[in-house]
């Protein structure tokens, strides 16, 4: 009886484990990967916002706004204040490229040590805290360069073709995303906050010279290079979207620039169209093709950022 008992306790001690242990067991990450995608995001909005809408970045934006407004406020619809008109489209994508773009050098060098003891210990997938780290600073990121334009565009009295103004948002955020999706790669390869920013604003600096700002006539050897800079591509888009057919300024009574102005025929009533303007910056490319290539640009370098931070940076 005795003996009875025991091999019945031991087969009760001993059964083998459930279907349900075995894939617990076998598991290798605690939980699902949405479950840590939610989780992540979550936790990411709620650590960055403080961050990229803090005090000091709101009042730098107000402050550039007010200084933007008060620089070109209201520009007339004459051949002299063309110059202001699309001085003012460089300024403002230039400033939220190198804007963006600096904060998002910081994201992954700042968090590496807390990056490498949570996948060390089997926390959470990569890409499920890539993802949700894209996912939840994206729309903050957002916040900030849309305050601008809304104060800028109609103080600056840019086309007031209210379809045009949106065309507008939507093209500066896109540029944003951009300039912020470059910093993440360049933060995702380097890992090192101060290096990062060093190597970006490198960046920058050279594409601002290579795409055709401040000189016209590139060396052949380096010619294609402007192809490179995804601030040329906004550029050309907000040029296209303020300077169109419809958009009429008067010609100068003297001397002009513009060959309708110069006419034999012209009066001092003639006007200058959009159009011409575009001519004379060079603008090739369709509105079309240049939103396909930023968001091409955008998404490759957020895959590289992943690459990065998956093969260059595992520890």
Same mark, same amino acid.
């Given at each position: 009886?005795?003996?009875?008992?025991?091999?019945? @306790?031991?087969?009760? /001690?001993?059964?083998?484990?459930? @279907?349900?242990?075995?894939?617990?067991?076998?598991?290798?990450?605690?939980?699902?990967?949405y479950w840590q995608f939610l989780v992540l /995001?979550?936790?990411?909005?709620?650590?960055?916002?403080?961050?990229?809408?803090?005090?000091?970045?709101?009042?730098?934006?107000?402050?550039?706004?007010?200084?933007?407004?008060?620089?070109?406020?209201?520009?007339?619809?004459?051949?002299?204040?063309?110059?202001?008109? +699309?001085?003012?489209?460089?300024?403002?994508?230039?400033?939220?490229?190198?804007?963006?773009?600096?904060?998002?050098?910081? /994201?992954?060098?700042?968090?590496?040590? @807390?990056?490498?003891?949570?996948?060390?210990?089997?926390?959470?997938?990569?890409?499920? +805290? +890539?993802?949700?780290?894209?996912?939840?600073?994206?729309?903050?990121?957002?916040?900030?360069?849309?305050?601008?334009?809304?104060?800028?565009?109609?103080?600056?009295?840019?086309?007031?073709?209210?379809?045009?103004?949106?065309?507008?948002?939507?093209?500066?955020?896109?540029?944003?995303?951009?300039?912020?999706?470059?910093?993440?790669?360049?933060?995702?390869?380097?890992?090192?906050?101060?290096?990062?920013?060093? /190597?970006?604003?490198?960046?920058?600096?050279?594409?601002?010279?290579?795409?055709?700002? +401040?000189?016209?006539?590139?060396?052949?050897?380096?010619?294609?290079?402007?192809?490179?800079?995804?601030? &040329?591509?906004?550029?050309?888009?907000?040029?296209?979207?303020?300077?169109? &057919?419809?958009?009429?300024?008067?010609?100068?009574?003297?001397?002009?620039?513009?060959?309708?102005?110069?006419?034999?025929?012209?009066?001092?009533?003639?006007?200058?169209?959009?159009?011409?303007?575009?001519?004379?910056?060079?603008?090739?490319?369709?509105?079309?093709?240049?939103?396909?290539?930023? @968001?091409?640009?955008?998404?490759?370098?957020?895959?590289?950022?992943?690459?990065?931070?998956?093969?260059?940076?595992?520890?």
């Amino acid at each position: 009886a005795e003996s009875g008992a025991g091999s019945g @306790v031991k087969s009760r /001690t001993e059964s083998p484990p459930s @279907v349900e242990d075995r894939r617990f067991k076998d598991r290798k990450w605690p939980t699902p990967w949405y479950w840590q995608f939610l989780v992540l /995001t979550f936790r990411t909005f709620r650590q960055s916002r403080h961050v990229i809408l803090s005090k000091l970045a709101i009042f730098q934006t107000l402050a550039v706004a007010a200084v933007s407004s008060l620089v070109w406020f209201q520009i007339e619809h004459t051949e002299d204040s063309i110059q202001d008109r +699309y001085g003012l489209v460089f300024f403002a994508a230039t400033y939220w490229g190198f804007n963006t773009l600096v904060v998002a050098t910081a /994201t992954f060098p700042s968090e590496r040590i @807390v990056i490498a003891k949570e996948r060390a210990s089997g926390s959470y997938h990569l890409s499920a +805290y +890539y993802l949700a780290k894209t996912v939840s600073e994206l729309p903050i990121m957002l916040i900030l360069p849309s305050a601008y334009i809304i104060i800028v565009y109609w103080s600056a009295g840019l086309n007031p073709n209210v379809g045009f103004f949106f065309a507008s948002w939507g093209v500066l955020i896109l540029h944003a995303f951009v300039g912020q999706s470059f910093g993440l790669m360049v933060g995702a390869t380097v890992m090192d906050a101060q290096k990062a920013l060093v /190597t970006a604003i490198v960046f920058m600096l050279t594409m601002m010279l290579l795409g055709g700002f +401040y000189i016209q006539n590139l060396p052949s050897w380096v010619g294609w290079t402007q192809w490179l800079s995804f601030l &040329a591509y906004t550029f050309e888009i907000l040029v296209t979207l303020e300077f169109t &057919a419809d958009t009429l300024f008067t010609c100068n009574t003297e001397a002009s620039n513009y060959a309708v102005c110069n006419s034999t025929l012209a009066t001092n009533a003639t006007m200058i169209p959009g159009t011409d303007v575009q001519e004379m910056l060079d603008v090739d490319l369709p509105v079309y093709a240049n939103i396909a290539v930023l @968001v091409g640009f955008g998404l490759f370098y957020r895959l590289l950022a992943y690459l990065s931070l998956r093969f260059l940076n595992r520890r």
